[in-house]
């Protein structure tokens, strides 16, 4: 199998991922990076077009003209809000690229990008390969939404920090909206049964109580938890959001209404509306059996730069739920570790970076040749 590491240009690579990080582009502010990546693949002769999102967004697209794509590489540019503006930016040092979205996922887009344009480069047609930078993957979706709205691909790359160890399964996500109210009052006249963070604290204990004992393989997260400020009073409300990451092959319906039951009865009967429970989101794990052509291929591919093939289970949420409730197979594979994203600290290796331009090099080419 060709080994052409020598088509990705390491020095324009950087320059690029650098200044991806520079711009801040956190969910529903992505104006500005679209805007320069559109340019860029623009000035480099890709076919590249907009897809519509909303009043102010869009994904980026380029698509093969004269074939249906085989695959579709596909990246999310926006990032969580920064953790600190004065230093977003990006730095270098000891082989490390530091900045917002470093890992998660500008490096990944940034690798996906270098792959098309060394590609073009060397060749006069399109692979019949997709590219897809979409907007949203940190709060709704719904870029990657648009996209399968559209477009159909066979199988998808997703650039997720996975550092660089394939992903064929994929956790569950549960996102829960949960509210109690009670009585507003004055704070010394405060009576536990109707203060609504009291039972609130209640209510969320008995449910984790539930997934430390009963589910111990599921990762929840209280994401945000807050009550109406109103000085020295009882508040009459508090709110509480919740993530859970479960194993691909949990019963994630039926975590669900165990969870709902546990709150109902916590201390409150749902039904006199003194509670709520809402599902915000509720994406289903997945696993792809590790067979046939393509994954023989991609484990060429990584064993031709001396990199494990065993796949393992990517466990986070991403756009590859909803791309693969949607009748596409996604495969997530990109340079970073999740534990370095979303961190004030956040970085990539920049070898690891070259690495997954070579990667995702190496799979175009394996599509133009029909062993994708």
């Given at each position: 199998?060709?080994?052409?590491?020598?088509?990705?240009?390491?020095?324009r690579l950087?320059?690029?991922?650098?200044?991806?990080?520079d711009?801040?582009?956190?969910s529903?502010?992505?104006?500005?990076i679209?805007?320069f990546?559109?340019?860029?693949?623009?000035?480099?002769?890709?076919?590249v077009?907009?897809?519509?999102?909303?009043?102010h967004?869009f994904?980026?697209?380029?698509?093969p003209?004269?074939?249906a794509p085989?695959?579709v590489?596909?990246?999310?540019v926006?990032?969580?809000p920064?953790?600190?503006?004065?230093h977003?930016?990006?730095?270098?040092?000891?082989?490390?690229?530091?900045?917002?979205?470093?890992?998660?996922?500008?490096?990944?887009?940034a690798?996906?990008?270098?792959?098309?344009?060394?590609?073009?480069?060397?060749?006069?047609?399109?692979?019949?390969?997709?590219?897809?930078?979409?907007?949203?993957?940190?709060?709704?979706?719904d870029?990657?939404?648009?996209?399968i709205?559209?477009?159909?691909?066979?199988?998808?790359?997703?650039?997720?920090?996975?550092?660089?160890?394939?992903?064929?399964?994929?956790?569950?996500?549960?996102?829960?909206?949960?509210?109690?109210?009670?009585?507003?009052?004055?704070a010394?006249l405060?009576?536990?049964?109707?203060n609504a963070v009291?039972?609130?604290?209640?209510?969320?204990?008995?449910?984790?109580?539930?997934?430390?004992?009963?589910?111990?393989?599921?990762?929840?997260?209280?994401?945000?938890?807050?009550?109406?400020?109103a000085?020295?009073?009882?508040?009459?409300r508090?709110?509480?959001?919740?993530?859970?990451?479960?194993p691909?092959s949990?019963?994630?319906?039926?975590?669900?209404t165990?969870?709902?039951?546990?709150?109902?009865?916590?201390?409150?009967?749902?039904?006199s509306?003194?509670?709520?429970?809402?599902?915000?989101?509720i994406?289903?794990?997945?696993?792809?059996p590790?067979?046939?052509a393509?994954?023989?291929t991609?484990?060429?591919?990584?064993?031709?730069r001396g990199?494990?093939s065993?796949?393992?289970?990517?466990r986070?949420?991403?756009?590859?739920?909803?791309?693969?409730?949607?009748?596409?197979k996604?495969?997530?594979?990109?340079?970073?570790?999740?534990?370095?994203?979303?961190?004030?600290?956040?970085?990539?290796?920049?070898?690891?970076?070259?690495?997954?331009?070579?990667?995702?090099h190496?799979?175009?080419?394996?599509?133009?040749?029909?062993r994708?």
């Open positions: 199998m060709p080994h052409p590491a020598e088509a990705v240009q390491p020095r950087r320059s690029l991922l650098r200044r991806m990080i711009i801040y582009s956190p529903g502010k992505e104006g500005d679209l805007a990546i559109y340019g860029y693949l623009k000035r480099r002769g890709l076919p077009q907009r897809q519509e999102v909303d009043e967004r994904n980026l697209l380029v698509l003209a004269a074939v085989r695959l590489m596909l990246g999310h926006d990032t969580v920064a953790y600190d503006l004065d977003f930016a990006s730095a270098e040092a000891d082989g490390r690229i530091r900045g917002l979205g470093a890992a998660d996922m500008k490096g990944g887009c690798a996906m990008i270098e792959a098309f344009v060394a590609f073009l480069a060397k060749s006069a047609e399109m692979p019949p390969a997709a590219l897809a930078l979409v907007v949203g993957e940190e709060e709704e979706g870029g990657a939404a648009r996209l709205r559209d477009h159909h691909f066979p199988w998808a790359i997703i650039g997720e920090p996975t550092d660089l160890t394939p992903c064929l399964s994929h956790s569950g996500y549960l996102e829960l909206q949960v509210r109690t109210r009670g009585k507003r009052r004055h010394s405060s009576s536990r049964h109707e009291a039972a609130m604290l209640k209510a969320i204990l008995a449910m984790t109580r539930y997934l430390e004992e009963k589910q111990p393989e599921i990762v929840y997260n209280i994401r945000d938890l807050f009550s109406a400020r000085g020295f009073v009882v508040p009459e508090c709110e509480a959001w919740l993530d859970l990451h479960l691909p949990a019963a994630i319906a039926e975590v669900a165990d969870l709902e039951a546990l709150f109902c009865d916590s201390g409150g009967n749902c039904k509306g003194e509670r709520d429970f809402r599902i915000s989101t994406d289903a794990g997945y696993t792809l590790n067979k046939g393509v994954a023989e991609l484990g060429a591919i990584l064993a031709a990199l494990p065993e796949p393992r289970v990517f986070s949420h991403s756009d590859a739920n909803q791309i693969w409730a949607a009748g596409i996604p495969i997530l594979l990109g340079p970073g570790r999740l534990e370095q994203a979303h961190a004030p600290e956040e970085s990539v290796s920049f070898q690891k970076v070259c690495r997954a331009a070579g990667i995702y190496d799979i175009l080419l394996a599509a133009a040749s029909g994708w």
